[in-house]
């Protein structure tokens, strides 16, 4: 098929924590994660003679066209229009995504096979988890089973539905970032050695509970291990970010939560962007009244989704395609721009 335009649609993910940092069993990170609704990268792309992007993250996307185009030996350019970009350095894999996003736009434009796992390698991204890759290929819940010292990049081991009436709290903090960059590779050559027993036991808490938490659809068994993750990942990067979690506004928040009864709360990634995961969107979108009304003054946004079970969305029909991005209850221009300028 020649196709002249590609739209990409590419989600957003939630990164829940790292299981064994210790690699004492030849193999280090192991991650598991969830892609969501309602925040997403979309690109729409077409051949031209040099490299032109905009829109938001445009130089971003700019640096993974030439970087792509120049590895592959690709002559002619291509020009990508941002549609709508997920927040950067917000723990939501708009790193990733974009790659992907624009790594699939070159794919379809210049009719050659280039699979997921070889467009994230060429760019740099997904060296130490494969969520954000399997969230682009195929969506749902998902565990990936680290990486071993110079192999390939870490494979997705298992993939399953999130329940359709679960959804998720987000919580943005505008005014802070999580670490990335320089900051980030830093933090994972000077933090100590990650605990033998604590990477064991929070492999047998995937195996033993959260796992079939999720699959029998036992929230507060699922909630419960899922924060227990976060509280050790997080007390062993605090070094590196300051605290269990990067944004204090955002920890407040998670804190008022928890003392609601919420059983799965946490900080996705590097943060700052927390997360709480509810049974059902009429208590979810209560609790994100409750919290707004409990702390005025902190910078926070807020905003509910549910899991996507499916991966990214390539067409050619482009002129049908619409932005749909959207931020319930909040200045979705307002919430993109303070981001881009924190």
């Excluded at 919580?171 to 033998?196: M, N, V």
């Excluded at 300051?242 to 920890?251: D, K, M, T």
């Excluded at 979810?284 to 926070?300: E, N, S, W």
Aim: charged share 20%.
């Amino acid at each position: 098929m020649n196709e002249n335009k590609i739209w990409v649609k590419a989600p957003a993910r939630l990164h829940f924590g790292f299981v064994d940092l210790n690699g004492g069993t030849g193999r280090r990170f192991g991650s598991l994660g969830l892609t969501i609704k309602g925040l997403d990268t979309q690109i729409q792309a077409s051949r031209s003679t040099i490299v032109e992007t905009s829109g938001a993250d445009a130089e971003r996307a700019r640096r993974y066209a030439n970087r792509l185009l120049e590895r592959l030996g690709l002559e002619g350019g291509i020009s990508i229009n941002i549609e709508s970009a997920i927040p950067s350095h917000s723990g939501l894999g708009s790193g990733t995504q974009m790659a992907l996003a624009v790594g699939k736009a070159i794919e379809k434009l210049f009719q050659i096979e280039l699979g997921s796992r070889d467009i994230a390698a060429m760019l740099g991204r997904g060296n130490r988890s494969g969520i954000g890759i399997g969230a682009f290929e195929q969506g749902g819940f998902l565990v990936d089973g680290g990486r071993r010292s110079g192999g390939p990049l870490p494979s997705i081991l298992f993939r399953t539905e999130f329940p359709d009436h679960w959804r998720v709290l987000l919580i943005f903090d505008a005014k802070s970032t999580g670490l990335h960059g320089d900051d980030e590779r830093l933090a994972f050559q000077t933090l100590p050695t990650f605990p033998d027993e604590a990477a064991g036991a929070l492999c047998r808490l995937l195996v033993m509970k959260v796992l079939p938490g999720l699959v029998e659809q036992q929230l507060d068994e699922f909630g419960e291990s899922i924060s227990e993750i976060q509280r050790v990942v997080g007390d062993y990067f605090s070094p590196a970010q300051g605290a269990r979690y990067s944004s204090p506004a955002v920890a407040k928040a998670l804190g008022w939560l928890g003392n609601q009864g919420i059983k799965a709360v946490g900080q996705s990634s590097w943060g700052p962007t927390g997360f709480a995961i509810i049974d059902g969107e009429t208590q979810a979108v209560t609790l994100m009244r409750q919290l707004k009304a409990a702390f005025p003054d902190l910078p926070l946004q807020y905003q509910v989704v549910a899991g996507q079970n499916y991966g990214a969305e390539v067409s050619t029909d482009v002129e049908t395609r619409h932005s749909t991005l959207q931020w319930p209850e909040i200045e979705a221009d307002a919430l993109a721009a303070s981001l881009k300028h924190k």
